[in-house]
């Protein structure tokens, strides 16, 4: 019987290799099958997004959190914007956004301004200062996405361009959960 120092090996092995499986549970593998293409290993697909995302995160946030940072590029993305909006874009709940806007706004990073039809509303903007601090982010980011491309093929840069369009429709939140794809 494997001994607690096996089981955490495995454990370890099994996580770094992109898989999902408990220290005593066996591995499973999620794959996602569409008529028109092909098999995908849909654990390999997340942990390579999620690491490539830390990796591109490992600069300075100016204090924000990932989530502030969404907050903050959507009201960068969308302009002026109300606080139910911005709520519905993020998928929070505008209780929570309520605080976070009250965060950034202290933070300098963006303004509320009354809305003149409806006392109870307002609506944000970016300021200044929280456009220096996301296009320096980007900018970070961007470097740091360069360099790691680098280090790919032609073929691979290719691959990856070709994949581009799927990735970003991934990446939309606005879409609907789905469940297997349908047939015709």
């Given at each position: 019987m494997p001994g607690a120092a096996d089981r955490a090996?495995?454990?370890?092995?099994s996580v770094s290799h992109g898989?999902?499986?408990?220290?005593?549970?066996?591995?499973?593998?999620a794959a996602a099958v569409t008529e028109l293409g092909p098999v995908m290993d849909?654990?390999?697909?997340?942990?390579?997004?999620?690491?490539?995302?830390?990796?591109l995160r490992r600069h300075e946030l100016a204090g924000l959190t990932p989530t502030k940072l969404s907050?903050?590029?959507?009201?960068?993305?969308?302009?002026?914007?109300?606080?139910?909006?911005?709520?519905?874009a993020e998928g929070i709940a505008p209780s929570t956004l309520t605080r976070l806007v009250?965060?950034?706004?202290?933070?300098?990073?963006?303004?509320?301004?009354?809305?003149?039809?409806?006392?109870r509303a307002s609506t944000m903007a970016i300021t200044p200062r929280g456009r220096a601090v996301l296009d320096?982010?980007?900018?970070?980011?961007?470097?740091?996405?360069a360099g790691r491309m680098r280090m790919l093929t032609p073929d691979e840069l290719r691959a990856l361009a070709a994949a581009l369009p799927a990735l970003e429709r991934l990446?939309?939140?606005?879409?609907?959960?789905?469940?297997?794809?349908?047939?015709?």
């Open positions: 090996g495995t454990y370890a092995e898989e999902a499986a408990a220290p005593d549970r066996p591995r499973r593998t849909v654990s390999r697909l997340r942990v390579a997004i999620a690491r490539l995302s830390r990796r907050a903050l590029s959507s009201v960068d993305r969308l302009g002026p914007i109300r606080l139910g909006d911005l709520a519905a009250t965060s950034l706004e202290e933070q300098g990073f963006v303004k509320r301004f009354p809305v003149p039809e409806d006392a320096r982010m980007r900018e970070e980011s961007n470097t740091v996405l990446a939309e939140g606005d879409q609907p959960a789905a469940g297997p794809p349908a047939r015709a």
